[in-house]
């Protein structure tokens, strides 16, 4: 399952939303048999990276979005989230 473009209004950061819905997309892929759960962010969203690591995500990859991020060393890192079988 890829989870795509995940955002929290700032006026309402802070306060564990992200994190509540992480453990739900996780949750969801899990009980609908799904292996991993996997998402990609850039390198400039720091609290994301931290976010997901903190929620069992370990980065499997990078790559540059096009030659200008290449030349701009612009990073987008890819995440995974391995789920096991919920025991």
Same mark, same amino acid.
């Given at each position: 399952?890829?989870?795509?473009? +995940?955002?929290? /209004?700032?006026?309402?950061?802070?306060?564990?939303?992200? =994190?509540?819905?992480?453990?739900?997309?996780?949750?969801?892929?899990?009980?609908?048999?799904?292996?991993?759960?996997?998402?990609?962010?850039? +390198?400039?969203?720091?609290?994301? !990276? =931290?976010?997901?690591?903190? !929620?069992?995500?370990?980065?499997?990859?990078? /790559?540059?979005?096009?030659?200008?991020?290449?030349?701009?060393?612009? !990073?987008?890192?890819?995440? =995974?989230?391995?789920?096991?079988?919920?025991?």
């Amino acid at each position: 399952l890829e989870l795509k473009r +995940m955002s929290v /209004s700032r006026e309402h950061r802070g306060r564990g939303l992200a =994190r509540a819905l992480c453990r739900e997309v996780l949750a969801f892929a899990r009980a609908r048999g799904y292996g991993a759960v996997v998402l990609s962010t850039s +390198m400039v969203q720091v609290a994301a !990276q =931290r976010l997901y690591e903190g !929620q069992g995500f370990r980065r499997v990859g990078t /790559s540059y979005p096009s030659l200008l991020g290449t030349l701009l060393n612009f !990073q987008i890192f890819h995440y =995974r989230c391995d789920l096991g079988d919920g025991t």
